[in-house]
């Protein structure tokens, strides 16, 4: 791993009536990098973010970013992060240039005309400049967010559910987004639960529930380790039994032995290959399938693999 | 990339401080003209009308001797009204967030919440004072400590009203402090009255009022004439600063209803 830009060890929250929202979370994350944090409603994710950005103390734990203690040095490290918050809250009479003007000069930069232009160029906000946020649409709100989110050039950006209610075009659209801050060099970290954001945009995921991290891993990795292919064949005639020549295969007979049932593979393309081995086999064998029925495992099914225990 | 000072974030404070001037300009009708429009009121009903068949307090005409009194009313009212809605429709709408992971801590939010507040009531005050000269025939014994009180008192309820708005966690109570508690004590503060004038034991019982102390610590800025020692007049605004600062400088470092 490069440069770690965050370094979170034993963060544990503990709110007044006692529910623990985070027990014990170690996580680094490191320069550059895009991670994905998933999790179920309530697994602790707007709790960690809401640690880090300032929003929630701790109960323990110390937070090091940017190679400081973040609980001495928290305006410096601050002016450097960014947070794009899951509500849409703004100041709806406001307008939007005037909004994100604000946010530059909250976190302590100059006023600079020529760059709040630039981001509201790049997320397409230039033409509603003038217009109160109150008017604008629920994905543009989304957008007027990140804009304040960007307005201070942080160097770590927090996006929590950045493309919630979002329509497909605009989710796309956010992705590329995010895709240019990477090549900027900001490090992102995001929650989300469209896993297909995860697959799509992050180089590692962390999965948690009930305010442990369960995992957390390089996303290619992690397919490779938990990845599934399955795959049903359904057999001309019925079997009785496993036949002798497949019973090396990770395979079972289902519904009265009219369907083969194979489950293995490792999600690098072993599962699909030894498919393909399976199918030669049984016609070598002169054992008649009508049709397959084959399918690779997402992260969607390893995240909820793990959040129900199954894998 | 910011550079901020880890001292003092002077661009977040600013930021914060105009924002909250350019809030009051959107709703310049209700910021000024509603303050005015009811100051008005008073000096038409107490100062022309009423006050033409008063005997002067003190020497000074009835008129000009309530100036003093509806200034610190609407100072008040004003300087509590903004900071408390300053720093509660954040909260009410979510965006304290963004103030929360900003690089700003408690000087930087007061300078930018509680000086706009201040500074609101101040170009008030310049209006009311501006509005009474239509009315009645005043004058500013030491316009330099006026001044400099009018700024004590201002900032004084500025942060008590930055610590209702924080207190507060509906609309309700947010409005209850100052309607059932500093509106009636402003009243029988001595707001329209020299509490010489006032019967026993009323007039003792009117002593443990400190807004007593305050109407006539500026009626003295005025007039150069008290019912009470104005140092303790002086004493109880800057003892009532000290304590809401404090206050909030235990809000800050605890995080109270601001953090969870």
């Known amino acids: 791993m490069s440069e770690p830009i965050l370094e979170i060890s034993g963060l544990t929250k503990v709110y007044a009536g006692g529910f623990k929202a985070l027990e014990s979370v170690d996580l680094t994350i490191a320069k550059g990098e895009i991670f994905a944090l998933l999790g179920p409603n309530g697994a602790g994710k707007t709790t960690l973010i809401g640690a880090v950005c300032g929003m929630v103390r701790p ?6 970013a940017f190679g400081n203690d973040l609980a001495h040095n928290w305006r410096s490290a601050r002016a450097r992060i960014g947070l794009v918050p899951q509500e849409l809250s703004t100041d ?29 160029r790049s997320l397409s906000l230039w033409d509603k400049r003038d217009a109160q946020i109150r008017m604008l649409s629920g994905g543009m709100k989304r957008r007027v967010l990140i804009a304040k989110a960007l307005a201070h050039d942080p160097e770590l950006l927090f996006l929590d559910e950045p493309t919630a209610g979002v329509d497909v075009e605009l989710r796309r659209d956010m992705w590329r987004q995010i895709d240019k801050l990477r090549d ?53 005639a019925p079997l009785a039994e496993i036949p002798p020549a497949i019973a090396a295969f990770p395979v079972h007979l289902a ?23 399976l199918t030669k086999m049984l016609t070598a064998q002169g054992i008649d399938y009508i049709g397959i029925d084959i399918h690779e495992s997402s992260l969607e099914d390893i995240f909820v693999g793990l959040v129900e225990d199954r894998v | 990339m910011s550079m901020v000072n880890p001292g003092f974030n ?16 959107r709703t310049a009708f209700q910021s000024l003209v509603a303050p005015v429009l009811t100051t008005s009121l008073y ?35 004003e300087s509590t009204s903004n900071a408390s809605f300053g720093i509660y429709m954040p909260r009410f709408t979510g965006t304290i967030y963004e103030l929360l992971s900003a690089p700003v801590g408690v000087v ?17 005050a310049g209006i009311i004072l501006l509005t009474a000269t239509f009315f009645v025939d005043y004058h500013i014994a030491h316009p330099i400590l006026a001044i400099g009180y009018i700024m004590l008192v201002a900032s004084a309820f500025s942060l008590f009203g930055f610590i209702l708005g924080i207190w507060a966690d509906n609309f309700e109570k947010l409005g209850i402090i100052p309607v059932l508690i500093l509106t009636p004590l402003t009243f029988l503060g001595g707001t329209f009255y020299s509490i010489s004038m006032l019967p026993e034991p009323w007039r003792s019982l009117a002593l443990v009022n ?14 150069g004439s008290s019912d009470v020692n104005i140092w303790i007049s002086f004493g109880l605004t800057m003892g009532f600063l000290l304590i809401c600062t404090l206050v909030i400088s235990f809000i800050f470092r605890t995080g109270w209803r601001l953090r969870t």
């Open chain 1, 255 to 277: 519904k009265d032995g009219t369907e083969l049932c194979y489950r293995g593979g490792d999600g690098t393309g072993l599962g699909k290959r030894e498919v393909a081995d």
């Open chain 1, 59 to 64: 109960t323990s734990g110390t937070i090091r």
């Open chain 2, 108 to 124: 930087e939010t007061l300078v930018g919440f509680v000086g706009a507040a201040a500074t609101k009531s101040l170009i008030l």
């Open chain 1, 184 to 236: 900027q060099g900001v490090t992102v970290i995001l929650t989300t639960h469209y896993i297909e954001e995860a697959e799509e945009m992050a180089d590692r995921v962390g999965v948690i529930r009930d305010g442990k991290l369960l995992m957390v891993d390089d996303k290619d990795a992690m397919m490779a380790r938990l990845g599934r292919t399955e795959a049903h064949i359904t057999l001309a």
């Open chain 2, 210 to 223: 400190p807004i007593v102390y305050l109407v006539n610590g500026l009626r003295w800025t005025f007039y």
């Open chain 1, 92 to 120: 709806m009479f406001e307008t939007v240039r005037r909004a994100v003007t604000f946010s530059r000069g909250l976190f302590g930069c100059p006023n600079d005309p020529a760059r709040i232009e630039e981001i509201l």
């Open chain 2, 10 to 25: 002077a661009r977040g404070a600013w930021a914060i401080y105009v924002r909250e001037l350019m809030r009051a300009m």
């Open chain 2, 43 to 77: 000096f038409i009903v107490f100062g022309s009308a009423i006050g033409s068949r008063m005997q002067a307090v003190g020497g000074v005409d009835y008129g000009a001797f309530i100036v003093p009194g509806l200034l610190l009313l609407t100072l008040l009212s």
